[in-house]
């Protein structure tokens, strides 16, 4: 018979769609009797479906840069003057974070200014809204770039296939911040926008050589969302950017970034991250998947590498709000003939719903938004939300 294995939500998978391993005939009762408590909770998996629609075509939250250090998870000493796009350190979840002093800022001039990052901004928001009523591919390629431009086409094909109508419309006027430099990463900027009882959504634009491209995504649909830190902002009203390995924090950006993934990786609860849906419950999740999928005799395999840079701006209390982005696989092979595992949400309808007998895996863009502390503080890092997008799915 056909078995169902847990595969983690996008941004599209409805509560109810909850999944979990059956494997014939006694599996089914081991199934529901230990993991009943999994039911009542979604680890990674908020009330957000649909979200993508609409914030794809309003405007959102765009932060950059980084601070603090922790040699520790890098392997390599820190800070260091050039960023690194390596995969997660190995290192074991929970190492103590190294405290250093923080960098002097320079006042150097922004790129752009408020006025001109508003104009920026509407017009791309315009644009986003007619290419997602459309669910126009190629204008998202004008609009978006990376991770970014590859998980809002992957929602186009996840959509067309699940037969969706394309929903589009603006959110309330963001804010924006506008940062100057202090390390070599001006060129973009931020817009925060939170319409109550919907979702409180984030956005970073990025300057490239074809043009403004928006290049980061997050969302928060929790009510109310846990609030974001204050973005310090100097006389004129511009915020610092800080590069990902600026020291002064806790941990710098790049480093916090690959602890993160590091724990979701090894499924490892690290405790210098708070609790929320996308640490403790995530890692929660990845746990009794894999422990439901051992009694199916399947094996799980995670990998969670980084894609793109750490963006971070200062926040008022001398810490820093990061953005940084992510590609998960999930592969689940069989290690012995007898139950078959079937994915659902966004997974199964690129896979059309087909139950397998061997592997199947499924491939993630996420991107995450979180608030790493000053150096010193007794405070732990807070993951304050994240878009997740099905890629690509497979089995065999």
């Known amino acids: 018979m056909p078995q169902n294995a847990s595969d983690p939500p996008d941004k599209a998978v409805r509560l109810s769609e909850h999944t979990g391993t059956r ?26 479906s649909g979200w993508r629609k609409v914030v794809l075509s309003g405007a959102a939250l765009a932060v950059a840069g980084g601070v603090g250090t922790w040699a520790a998870v890098s392997g390599s000493s820190e800070p260091v003057t050039a960023p690194a796009r390596s995969a997660p350190s190995a290192a074991p979840a929970g190492t103590p974070w ?21 104009r920026i901004h509407d017009r791309y928001a315009r644009d986003l809204s007619i290419a997602q009523a459309k669910r126009d591919a190629r204008a998202m390629g004008e609009l978006e770039q990376g991770l970014a431009l590859e998980m809002s086409r992957a929602s186009f094909e996840t959509a067309r296939m699940r037969g969706e109508k394309p929903v589009s419309g603006l959110w309330p006027e963001p804010e924006l911040l506008v940062p100057r430099d202090a390390g070599g990463t001006t060129g973009w900027f931020a817009a925060v926008s939170h319409q109550k009882g919907v979702a409180r959504i984030s956005e970073v634009l990025t300057a490239t050589p074809d043009g403004w ?15 974001l830190p204050g973005v310090a902002t100097d006389s004129g009203g511009y915020a610092t950017s800080l590069p990902e390995n600026a020291s002064g924090l ?31 419950r995530a890692v929660r999740f990845w746990q009794q998947e894999r422990a439901r999928l051992e009694r199916a005799g399947w094996r799980l395999t995670l990998s969670f590498r980084p894609e793109g840079p750490v963006r971070s701006l200062m926040t008022d209390d001398g810490g820093a709000l990061i953005w940084y982005g992510a590609r998960s696989t999930d592969l689940r092979q069989a290690r012995r003939a007898g139950a078959k595992v079937a994915l659902k949400g966004s997974a199964a309808v690129r896979t059309d719903g087909e139950a397998f007998a061997r592997t199947a895996s499924a491939t993630y863009g996420r991107i995450y938004v979180a608030h790493v502390p000053p150096a010193g503080s007794s405070e732990r890092v807070r993951v304050l939300g994240e878009w997740s997008e099905v890629l690509e799915s497979h089995g065999t």
């Open 213 to 227: 491209r928006a290049t980061a995504f997050t969302t928060d649909t929790r009510t109310p969302p846990e609030p």
């Open 98 to 118: 190294q405290t250093v002093v923080p960098p002097s800022a320079e006042s150097q001039p922004s790129r752009i200014t408020v006025e001109e990052a508003r």
């Open 250 to 280: 806790l941990a710098t950006p790049r480093q916090v970034a690959r602890a993160h993934l590091a724990s979701l990786e090894s499924a490892t609860p690290d405790p210098r991250f708070a609790d929320g849906p996308w640490t403790d």
């Open 23 to 48: 494997a014939g005939r006694g599996f089914q009762d081991d199934f529901h009797d230990g993991f009943r408590d999994d039911e009542r909770w979604e680890p990674e998996r908020l009330p957000t």
